[in-house]
DNA sequence: CAGATCCTGTCT
DNA sequence: AGACAGGATCTG
């Protein structure tokens, strides 16, 4: 579920339930997620109003009209539910809305966040605050990466896995980048000629945009009554293929580097 | 740098 | 029973 493009789709998906309503009822059911919810959360947060929604990387964001910005984190497991018909043991934060819509915070594994900053710092956010530039963004240019992986001898997929590089990234999406940028996941970052770096800058982008696009194609059931965002289509070209044939043919190979899995094709990228 | 750690669920 | 999972952070 959640790397950058989930974030936004569900970010894109609660707008239209959260934006401009009051929260009338705000209910954490545990003191903490991966790190405790902060102690006055119910307090802060009930009869606010939800001024807008955004996306930092791969936090939301729910601004009131409090001063406070809400900032969840899915994890590995997160994921909000929408009128959902029954609450279960990982229904963790639960929210109703003046519209009487409820939305719960499910996360089985836990380590999501839910924290309260105040809107106006929200730059100065400790998790924010060296976070590199937003993929999607005008500041992330083959020149602005080639200028972070200048003498960089870390393989490529650790440095763009890596949130002060870039943020926003997750497995799936570096591996899925890197394969059509045809670079070789264990390549020293700063040894990468310029042409397959402005190769990947567009590749990075266009394999989240084609997942924010996907993913947007399942907030129709995220809309229905008691649905769930559910996964986009799994379009990957290699992740998760391991054994199948690569689109040259070659064989998907599968490595595990710092206990995470990578996928990649040999042939198709040195 | 790699490795362990926080958790639970699912699949071999 | 063991491997593995879309993340982030701390420790050697």
Redesign the pocket.
Known sequence: ???L??VETTVRGLRPVLEGQTLTSVEPRRADL?FAFPADLRQRLTGARVTGLGRR???GLIATDRGDTMIF?????GRWRLDPSDI???DHLLLETGEGRRLSLND????GSVDLFPTEKLVDY??FVAMGPEPLGPEFTPAYLARALEG????IK??L???RVV????????CEALHMAGISPTR??GRIATKRLEALVPAIRAVLEA?IEAGGSTLRDYARPDGELG??AKQWRV??REGEPCLCGQTVK?R??????TFFCARCQR
Not at 152 to 155: D, M, S
Request: hydrophobic share 35%; glycine share 12%; no cysteine.
């Open positions: 579920m959640p790397e493009p989930e991966r990387a791969k936090y984190h899915l994890g590995m497991s279960g043991k990982h089985p594994r836990r380590f400790p998790a960089r001898t870390a393989p650790a440095l896995l890596d949130q943020a926003g990234l997750g497995n799936i999406y570096v020293a970052g997942a996964y986009f992740y998760g599968r595990v580097d710092s206990g995470r899995s």
